[in-house]
T-cell receptor
Framework: GAVVSQHPSRVICKSGTSVKIECRSL??????MFWYRQFPKQSLMLMAT?????????EQGVEKDKFLINHASLTLSTLTVTSAHPEDSSFYIC?????????FGPGTRLTVT | GQQLNQSPQSMFIQEGEDVSMNCTSS?????WLWYKQDPGEGPVLLIA?????ELTSNGRLTAQFGITRKDSFLNISASIPSDVGIYFC??????????????FGKGTKLSVIP
């Protein structure tokens, strides 16, 4: 149990375009989901906390107008990177909270050319 | 903010050896979690600890929640090649407005020599 999926696993887009990443909890309902960013050889950095039916809470330094988060249902949260630039290239990982634990998706590798 | 010091940063061990890694913090956490991450994948939860002093095992893995609630260790016994990866500790704390967040250590990269 407690499986989290992400789609797509890899995406390449051109600078200036927008990209949407989906995160789904497959076998449980998650009132809270989290979005992380991970640079090579570094730890996970929390970007925002997403609560179903309400606005996401963004960490300091994360632009909410650039990284749009929608948590429309108890099993789906989306992250949209708007007007992507090469510096947005990274590994984006979502997680969903089940009881007291957080379970992570497999990640999405975003490359902006 | 919350910070976790995870050590060692990397380890090279022979297959069959035992491994130990730990995390310490100046802050108190109410839950400690240990994850393993393979290249290009998301972290996979290994063990969750909920009470100070708790010792929990999962196969060859054993983890403990420190009595002071500021530290935790993870042991792996009789390592095998598939244990290779990056291990992260994470402390869970209340972040306000009914939400809990994880603070991650910087990871321990484990290499196993067959």
């Amino acid at each position: 149990g407690a499986v989290v999926s992400q789609h797509p696993s890899r995406v390449i887009c051109k600078s200036g375009t927008s990209v949407k990443i989906e995160c789904r909890s497959l076998d449980f309902q998650a009132t809270t989901m989290f979005w992380y960013r991970q640079f090579p050889k570094q730890s996970l950095m929390l970007m925002a906390t997403s609560n179903e039916g309400s606005k996401a809470t963004y960490e300091q330094g994360v632009e909410k107008d650039k990284f749009l988060i929608n948590h429309a249902s108890l099993t789906l949260s989306t992250l949209t990177v708007t007007s992507a630039h090469p510096e947005d290239s990274s590994f984006y990982i979502c997680s969903a909270k089940a009881h007291y634990e957080q379970y992570f998706g497999p990640g999405t590798r975003l490359t902006v050319t | 903010g919350q910070q976790l010091n995870q050590s060692p940063q990397s380890m090279f061990i022979q297959e069959g050896e035992d491994v130990s890694m730990n995390c310490t913090s100046s802050s108190i956490f109410n839950t400690w979690l240990w994850y393993k991450q393979d290249p290009g994948e998301g972290p996979v939860l290994l063990i969750a600890l909920y009470k100070a002093g708790e010792l929990t095992s999962n196969g060859r893995l054993t983890a403990q929640f420190g009595i002071t609630r500021k530290d935790s260790f993870l042991n792996i016994s009789a390592s095998i090649p598939s244990d290779v990866g990056i291990y992260f500790c994470a402390g869970q704390h209340y972040s306000g407005a009914g939400s809990y967040q994880l603070t991650f250590g910087k990871g321990t990269k484990l290499s196993v020599i067959p």
